[in-house]
């Protein structure tokens, strides 16, 4: 069992920047594929960002914005935004998968999520 505690979300005006966290229980956290997820409200959950040991990758509304990163001494994936919009406006759920290699976009791969944690971009 791996449980994902999100921080970091709030309230920032457009163009300004926040940094999520996401603390992971598990032994073997370094081995873990990471995820961010977003959902606004009426939308489907879509793919921000993952992460896995050897390379990460973007959907194409955040590259060049959004980097993800992680900590494994600390069992910690980050993802840091910047030059926010208020389209990035949803909650964002933390991830992660524990039985493949390679960084998936597919909601459906990932066996644990976090509770989530509400980022709201003002024009």
């Known amino acids: 069992q791996v449980q994902l505690v999100e921080s970091g979300g709030g309230l920032v005006q457009a163009g300004g920047s926040l940094r999520l966290s996401c603390a992971a229980s598990?032994?073997?956290?370094?081995?873990?594929?990471m995820g961010w997820f977003r959902q606004a409200p009426g939308k489907e959950r879509e793919f921000v960002a993952a992460?896995?040991?050897?390379?990460?990758s973007y959907s194409d509304s955040v590259k060049g914005r959004f980097t993800i990163s992680r900590d494994n001494a600390k069992n910690t994936v980050y993802l840091q935004m910047n030059i926010l919009k208020p389209e990035d406006t949803a909650v964002y759920y933390c991830?992660?998968?524990?039985?493949?290699?390679?960084?998936?976009?597919?909601?459906?791969?990932?066996?644990?999520w976090g509770q989530g944690t509400q980022v709201t971009v003002s024009l």
């Open positions: 991830a992660a998968d524990v039985t493949r290699i390679a960084a998936s976009r597919a909601p459906y791969e990932y066996e644990y």
């Open positions: 598990g032994r073997f956290f370094s081995s873990y594929v």
């Open positions: 992460i896995s040991w050897s390379d990460s």
